[in-house]
């Protein structure tokens, strides 16, 4: 039987994009932590703060926007770049983070249910194979989006983005 998961370790599931909905900070020197360094943070076991982030410059986040981050290899040389980076610029150990095996962005059998309740409140809905549709990072950008602590006025541009809206 095929795993309702997607393999984390397949070729282009890392992918390096820049959404729309994150133009307002991108373009001064990604003062905010792009979604695609969220999503290899994930990946890599690292939670970085946003003062942290700040400290960095514009070519170590560049790095960290464009680096690799599909393989075992690469996740491990990601993890070690940030494990020496962090200390370096902020004076702080880097934050590890519990690895989830089967995140909610890669079922592809489900979309989650508080996401759905999240697209309800705009009276929207997202199909499976609109789901499905969606890059690894999309689906990502949406869970993150919605969660709570996260500020969600950007939630609404990237399902319009996404054309799911």
């Known amino acids: 039987m095929k795993s309702a998961y997607i393999n984390i370790?397949?070729?282009?599931?890392?992918?390096?994009?820049?959404f729309q909905f994150e133009s307002d900070f991108m373009e001064d020197n990604i003062r905010c932590i792009p979604m695609i360094v969220r999503f290899k943070l994930?990946?890599?076991?690292?939670?970085?703060?946003?003062?942290?982030?700040?400290?960095?410059?514009?070519g170590e986040?560049?790095?960290?926007?464009?680096?690799?981050?599909?393989?075992?290899?690469?996740?491990?040389?990601?993890?070690?770049?940030l494990?020496?980076?962090?200390?370096m610029r902020s004076g702080n150990e880097a934050?590890?983070?519990m690895v989830d095996q089967y995140p909610a962005?890669?079922?592809?059998?489900?979309?989650?249910?508080?996401?759905?309740?999240?697209?309800?409140?705009?009276?929207w809905h997202i199909s499976i194979a609109q789901w499905q549709s969606l890059s690894?990072?999309?689906?990502?950008?949406?869970l993150k989006l919605y969660?709570?602590?996260?500020?969600?006025?950007?939630?609404p541009k990237a399902m319009m983005e996404f054309n799911l809206a």
């Not at 370790?9 to 820049?18: I, S």
């Not at 494990?83 to 200390?87: A, D, E, M, N, R």
């Not at 962005?105 to 009276?123: C, D, G, I, R, T």
């Not at 690894?136 to 949406?142: H, I, S, T």
């Open 9 to 18: 370790d397949q070729p282009g599931t890392m992918e390096a994009e820049q």
């Open 42 to 58: 994930d990946a890599a076991g690292i939670k970085l703060k946003l003062a942290e982030w700040s400290r960095f410059n514009v």
């Open 61 to 81: 986040r560049d790095q960290l926007t464009v680096q690799g981050c599909s393989s075992e290899d690469e996740i491990a040389a990601y993890r070690n770049y």
């Open 83 to 87: 494990l020496q980076l962090v200390p």
């Open 95 to 97: 934050t590890n983070l």
């Open 105 to 123: 962005w890669a079922n592809m059998a489900e979309v989650h249910p508080s996401l759905q309740e999240k697209a309800k409140e705009y009276n």
């Open 136 to 142: 690894n990072l999309q689906r990502f950008a949406l």
């Open 147 to 155: 969660s709570p602590g996260h500020e969600n006025k950007n939630f």
